[in-house]
């Protein structure tokens, strides 16, 4: 059986991230989706248990402090971090999960998942950045001056990840990062089981 692959999706807000992600596990149903717990209030139109587990702060300290978690980070003054329960039950499946998460929490998944594949998105420029995030118009003024101003110290973290994609169009970015996924499916690392199972039946 071919390993499951963690697949990291990083990008400053408004970038479009979440759009690839969605238009990706839409096209390809077989790859699961890490569901974050937020101590963030829900957005109009997000649902408990889709978009988010939506969580008191202190029931979120409560997870970090029984190991619940995979990573976590304080991004805009909330809490979002991974459980980790479901992660090892879909790579165990062989199945591969894909998590959207902020820089601070994909640096430390790296350290503790080498393995994983990381893929940076990128806005083709800071204007359009700003242009996507008010256009989005659902935070506040101040909020969407703090999302500005942390993505050009996110942007240059960029280089630490595998794969850096430049969402021009969400079609021809969830295409690059397919494309990505399957090439990483052919790495000789992820099928050392059907090697080493060929090996043990020749005797070698
Ligand atoms: P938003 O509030 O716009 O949904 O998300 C804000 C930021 O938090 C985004 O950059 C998003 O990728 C990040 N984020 C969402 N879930 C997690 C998580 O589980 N862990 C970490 N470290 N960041 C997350």
């Known amino acids: 059986m071919r390993e499951g692959c963690l697949i990291v999706v990083s990008g400053p807000s408004g970038t479009g991230k979440g759009t690839v992600c969605s238009a990706l ?24 248990g889709v978009n988010y587990y939506f969580k008191e702060k202190a029931v979120f300290e409560e997870m970090i402090r029984k190991g619940e978690l995979l990573e976590w980070a304080e991004v805009y003054g909330n809490y979002y971090g991974t459980p980790l329960a479901p992660i090892r039950e879909k790579l165990e499946q062989g199945k591969d999960i894909l998590l959207e998460i902020d820089t601070q929490g ?4 790296m350290e503790k998942f080498p393995e994983g594949v990381y893929i940076f998105i990128l806005p083709p420029s800071l204007e359009e950045l700003e242009k996507r995030i008010r256009g989005r118009a659902t935070d506040a003024e101040e909020s969407i001056k703090r999302r500005l101003e942390s993505a050009v110290g ?14 021009e169009s969400v079609d021809d970015t969830v295409d690059a990062v397919a494309g990505i996924l399957k090439a990483e499916h052919y790495r000789s690392k992820r099928c050392t089981s059907v090697i080493n199972a060929i090996c043990k039946s020749k005797g070698e």
């Open 106 to 109: 994909a640096l430390n998944v």
């Open 154 to 167: 996110e942007i240059k973290l960029a280089e630490k990840y595998q794969y850096a994609v430049v969402n």
């Open 25 to 48: 596990l839409k096209k390809h149903p077989e790859i699961a989706y890490s569901i974050s717990a937020t101590t963030r209030k829900p957005r109009t139109g997000e649902q408990d």
